[in-house]
């Protein structure tokens, strides 16, 4: 049995239910039976606020879709400005409107909307290039403040939906471009006086988000959803999308908005923050024209991001941009290498100069706390920065300590290859960027480096416990405190280049290089490897040249000034003292000026050149012997080529002056053959000792006479020196074995023939003659013997009798 009170209940309810159903059914047959009244109403209302039309195809009933209210569909809905028939552009075309009213109001001859669906339609808001828009279909006027919510005639409804609509918001003016394809959008609205708020979950294609069409789209070709609370001041004229996260792509955003209409401004204001995005991710939300540039680098790991646009939905141009980036222990992948463990907080700004318009030349990337290694060497910037996208120019103050050695997997090893030591950098720079490369940077700051080995490639040459510092000024650079050991060498240099950078970029052959030197001992052999040619040879510079092939090539066209002073100087048995040097490298090769050298108790000044061509070397040689000892200087030069009179068959102290050129080896030796020029010599206080081919001569014929050690105060001659052949010019031989007049040509190869007049007479007989014209006259009285030196075999010189015509009076 149901107590009596739920019976009660119950039959109140029912007869609520049938009233409420009663009063639905006449609402709908009231509006069956009046369609084209109520569409008339309808499109009455819908038009009151316009300035323009709005046309409404037909409109059908859809009962139980409003229930407890009244609902309609309405078909082929046309919303039209009055400037349609100029520019062909609809605000809104929808082939499906659906209206839900209130059903009390209804009565009453009122249309009141409580919802509105759009669905399979088309919205398209455009602003024609002089600044009109299709939005002023809606009218403008006065609005009386309602003294309660919701009430009033004007045009509201509290919720709508939006299903399969086109979005497009087309500014030729501002050259704007906004294009959604909206699938599902579902909202509610709540009005305060003339303000109102709504609340709605959106899900949309988006196809374009230009906000200068010049440039390009940002989120192109995305997906976008979420939930929005939005609301609109009519006091300021404001509208706010309150911060809240959505989705684009597949990664979550932070997003909130400020949308301003005020007078003839319509401004916006958009606040970014993604946690946790990779970078191309990101780029890819981009313009295509800075999306391009950022694509040439990448990090490995998600980034925090905050981003602000600020613009103007009118005017043209960009708006501004401006972009916090927070990066931590990443990979950065550059066109120039990978840097590993990177961190860094990065801004981008379009606006860096206040007061010019946004755009790639007022842009700007700054960066902060730049830490990272490259290439195994960790360094950091405390600030960079690139300005100017349009023409890129980068600063900043570049860090590094690191192992010397790490440097060969940057420069590689055809010029420079590094082992043990260290080095610090501190250098300010400031460089222009082409193709996202730093390109001809200028640097100012420190190089130092200790304790390195280092070995010069193309010359073969290496060097131990090595110390470099590299003074870059504004314009110059020095090259200070260095310390080359190779070997038993020790050499401490100071260089300086002035103009060096713009040299090395513009113009490498005209870069002087200007050393001092100072050695305690030099050993040349260890050194030897810069009489040949560079191996391998420098590459031609090209735009797209390594740092490594351009100071390659910047070393092999440079010229190089050196003012030498050596204490010792080591050259197989050769030992100088003393050594003073004005040399100039080049390109070509080696130029010496004003060579001076102790060598033998004796000084040698010597100029010349050497020009380097492939593994044969050309050299001349301009050269002044003073009082060197004539034994000592056989023995280290190995005779000069020469072998039947040896160092052992010398003595006596030389000055000479001599002219030569000829061919070395990258070795350091002379080519057989190859001298050319001339010797004029003075010995004095001379002996020829144990000379085997004038002591067979002489047993014969003065075997009273001492053939051992034939002295002479003075002999002085010359030589003219063509290839193997060696011209003597007649001279006068007074010795103390007999005196002799000698002309003809000795040949280090075959050819010799060398005519001697040998008066038997012993000189002796005349020691006690002062006069000279007297001593000329007796020299030649007596019997003379006419011999000719030839070739002979085993590479012995031949003495036979023969006669000559001497060339001697």
Not at 445 to 452: M, T
Not at 524 to 535: A, H, I, S
Not at 658 to 664: A, D, F, V
Not at 679 to 698: E, I, Q, R, T, Y
């Amino acid at each position: 049995m149901m107590p009596r009170w739920s019976k009660i209940t119950l039959k109140i309810f029912g007869g609520v239910a049938a009233l409420l159903l009663l009063v639905y059914v006449v609402a709908a047959f009231y509006i069956n039976a009046h369609k084209k009244q109520l569409l008339e109403q309808i499109t009455l209302a819908l038009n009151k606020d316009l300035d323009g039309r709005l046309d409404i195809g037909s409109m059908d009933p859809t009962f139980l879709k409003g229930f407890p209210g009244v609902s309609v569909q309405l078909k082929n809905v046309v919303l039209k400005d009055r400037e349609w028939e100029r520019h062909q552009h609809a605000l809104l075309s929808a082939d499906d409107l659906e209206v839900s009213l209130n059903m009390l109001a209804l009565f009453t001859g009122t249309i009141e909307m409580k919802k509105i669906g759009i669905s399979n339609a088309n919205v398209y808001l455009y602003t024609d290039s002089n600044g009109y828009s299709n939005t002023s279909v809606f009218k403008k006027k006065d609005r009386k403040p309602k003294t309660e919510k919701g009430s009033g005639s004007d045009l509201e409804f509290g919720k709508f939906e939006l299903e399969n609509v086109s979005f497009v918001l087309d500014n030729q003016k501002g050259h704007k471009l906004f294009q959604f394809a909206v699938d599902h959008l579902k909202g509610s609205m709540d009005y305060s006086w003339s303000d109102w708020e709504a609340d709605l979950k959106l899900r949309t294609f988006v196809k374009s988000l230009a906000f200068n069409t010049k440039r390009g789209s940002f989120v192109k070709e995305k997906w976008l959803e979420g939930p929005f609370k939005i609301s609109y001041s009519d006091k300021k004229k404001i509208i706010t999308v309150s911060p809240n996260e959505l989705k684009i792509g597949k990664d979550v955003f932070r997003i909130g908005a400020e949308f301003e209409f005020s007078g003839k401004e319509s401004g916006f204001k958009i606040n970014i923050e993604v946690k946790d995005i990779l970078w191309r991710s990101a780029s890819a939300l981009l313009a295509p024209n800075i999306e391009t540039k950022l694509n040439m680098f990448n990090l490995d790991k998600p980034i925090h991001v905050y981003c602000t646009l600020d613009g103007d939905l009118n005017a043209g141009g960009d708006p501004a941009i401006d972009v916090k980036a927070l990066v931590k222990g990443n990979r950065l992948t550059t066109p120039g290498g990978v840097v590993d463990d990177c961190s860094f907080t990065g801004y981008f700004t379009n606006g860096f100069v206040e007061g010019q318009e946004p755009d790639d030349a007022n842009s700007a990337i700054k960066l902060y706390g730049l830490k990272g290694a490259y290439q195994e060497m960790p360094f950091s910037v405390d600030t960079g920065m690139v300005v100017n996208l349009d023409k890129p120019v980068a600063t900043g103050v570049f860090r590094s300590r690191f192992d010397i050695a790490k440097l060969n997997n940057v420069i590689g090893d055809n010029m420079l290859k590094f082992g043990a030591g260290t080095g610090d950098v501190k250098l300010s720079f400031r460089a222009d960027i082409v193709d996202f490369m730093l390109t001809k940077p200028f640097v100012k700051g420190l190089v130092d480096i200790k304790n390195a080995d280092v070995t010069y490639v193309p010359r073969k040459v290496s060097f131990k416990n090595t110390a470099i510092a590299l003074d870059f000024t504004d314009h110059d650079l020095f090259i200070r405190n260095i310390r080359l050991q190779s070997g038993k060498s020790v050499v401490m240099m100071d260089g300086s280049i002035r103009n060096f950078l713009n040299l090395y970029y513009n113009s490498p052959e005209k870069i002087m290089l200007n050393w001092k030197i100072r050695s305690p001992q030099v050993h040349l052999e260890e050194f030897l490897g810069f009489l040949g040619t560079r191996k391998p040879k420098a590459k031609k510079r090209t735009p797209k040249s390594n740092f490594s092939d351009n100071l390659n090539e910047a070393f092999e066209k440079s010229q190089v000034n050196m003012n030498v002073k050596v204490d010792k100087v080591y050259y197989n048995k050769f030992l100088a003292t003393d050594a003073n040097a004005d040399l100039l490298l080049s390109e070509t090769g080696i130029y010496i000026k004003d060579v001076s050298v102790k060598h033998a108790g004796g000084l040698l000044k010597m100029s010349g050149g050497l020009t380097q061509q492939r593994e044969i070397n050309r050299f001349t040689m301009n050269a002044v012997l003073s009082n060197v000892d004539v034994k000592h200087l056989f023995y280290v030069f190995d005779n000069f080529g020469l072998k039947s009179l040896t160092s052992k068959n010398l003595k006596g102290y030389l000055f000479a002056k001599t002219s030569l050129s000829g061919k070395i080896s990258e070795r350091g030796a002379i080519l057989p053959g190859s001298l050319n020029g001339s010797v004029v010599f003075d010995l004095k206080k001379g002996a020829l000792l144990s000379f085997d081919p004038v002591k067979n001569v002489g047993k014969f014929a003065f075997p009273l006479r001492d053939l051992d050690n034939i002295t002479f105060e003075q002999l002085n001659g010359r030589f003219d020196i063509r290839g193997e052949k060696i011209t003597i010019n007649p001279m006068q031989i007074n010795s103390s074995l007999l005196n002799m007049d000698v002309a003809g040509v000795y040949s280090l190869g075959k050819g010799t023939e060398i005519a001697l007049d040998v008066p038997l007479r012993n000189p002796k007989k005349d020691e006690d003659i002062t006069d000279k014209r007297q001593l000329k006259e007796r020299r030649m009285k007596g019997i003379v013997l006419h011999l000719l030196a030839t070739d002979g075999e085993d590479d012995k010189i031949k003495i036979k009798l023969g006669r000559k015509k001497s060339k001697t009076k």
